[in-house]
C-alpha cells in the first residue's frame, strides 16, 4: 500500500465549497494528497454574496491544532483566512514549535470575492514581522500592495534571497495574458497562461494555492510547483457552473 502523504489547512468555513478549508482540501486531493483542516472562521456566505466572517478566538483555533496533531506531525501547511496579524503569528509560532520544518505557505485573503473586506488599514505593517517564519506567501495585487512587498520596497528586497518566496498572483490584472510572478532563491520566474475573459470564479486563490502546497508535498521544487498549480487553475477557471470552479 502507497504510503499516505498528509497536507494541513488553517483557514476560514465556506458553506458553498468555493474557497477556504473545503476548496483547499479538494485541491489536495486532486493531487493525491490527504487534506485535514483547522477552522479560523465559521463564515456565513455562498458564492455571490457575503454574510458575516464568524472569526473563532485563539483558544478555539489552538484547541483544534493540538488535537490534529496528537495523530502527526506536519510537514506541509497552508494557511488562508485569518482575523489579523496577532492571529497569524500565533498560528506561525504554533506550527513552527510543533513541527519545526514544515513548509508553511500563506494565501493572504484581504477581502472576499464578494467585497467584504477583511483586513483593517493599520493592520497592514503588523504582517511582516511574520513572514521570515513562513516559506511562501502567495498574494494577489491588491493583498501585496497592502503588504508594502512592491518591487521597489525595502521589504521586497528583504526577503527576496532569504528562505521566504513571495508568488504575486496575476489574476486580478489585465491583458491578454495573466502572469504570476515568483520570487525565490534570489530569482524572478514568470508562469504565464491566456485570460479567461469574463470569468469570474470563487475562491480561485485560495485553490491556486492549495494545488501549489499539494504538489509541494509530492516532491516537486518550487517553480515546478507554481507551474503544475498554474496549469490546475486554468482547468478550474474554465470549468464548474456559474461562479464555481471546477476540475
Not at 483544534?64 to 483566512?81: D, N, S
Not at 496577532?86 to 510543533?98: F, H, P, S, T
Not at 470564479?201 to 516532491?219: D, E, M, Q, V, Y
Amino acid at each position: 500500500m502507497q504510503k499516505m502523504t498528509f497536507a494541513l489547512t488553517i483557514a476560514g468555513f465556506d458553506g458553498s465549497a468555493g474557497a477556504g478549508i473545503l476548496a483547499d482540501i479538494k485541491a489536495f486531493r486532486d493531487f493525491g494528497v490527504y487534506g485535514t483542516a483547522v477552522c479560523t472562521a465559521l463564515t456565513v456566505q455562498n458564492e455571490n454574496s457575503f454574510a458575516s466572517p464568524g472569526f473563532l478566538p485563539w483558544s478555539s483555533i489552538e484547541e483544534q491544532l493540538q488535537k490534529i496533531c496528537e495523530v502527526r506531525k506536519y510537514q506541509f501547511v497552508k494557511i488562508g483566512l485569518v482575523q489579523n496579524a496577532e492571529i497569524l503569528k500565533k498560528i506561525v509560532g504554533w506550527v513552527r514549535a510543533n513541527n519545526p520544518g514544515a513548509f508553511i505557505l500563506w494565501d493572504p485573503i484581504m477581502s472576499a470575492s464578494t467585497g467584504f473586506r477583511f483586513f483593517e488599514d493599520d493592520d497592514a505593517d503588523r504582517f511582516f514581522p511574520v513572514f521570515a517564519d513562513m516559506d511562501l506567501i502567495t498574494p494577489n495585487s491588491f493583498e501585496y500592495a497592502y503588504l508594502g512587498l512592491g518591487v521597489a520596497s525595502s521589504r521586497n528586497e528583504i526577503l527576496v534571497g532569504t528562505k521566504t518566496s513571495i508568488l504575486l498572483k496575476g489574476g486580478h490584472e489585465e491583458g491578454e495574458f495573466s502572469t504570476d510572478t515568483l520570487w525565490t532563491d534570489g530569482q524572478t520566474l514568470k508562469f504565464s497562461s491566456k485570460r479567461l475573459l469574463g470569468v469570474d470564479k470563487h475562491g480561485s486563490g485560495c485553490t491556486f494555492s492549495s494545488a501549489i502546497l499539494a504538489n509541494i508535498a509530492r516532491g516537486k521544487s518550487l517553480p515546478e510547483a507554481c507551474k503544475e498549480g498554474k496549469a490546475y487553475i486554468d482547468k478550474f477557471l474554465a470549468g464548474g457552473e456559474g461562479r464555481l470552479g471546477n476540475v
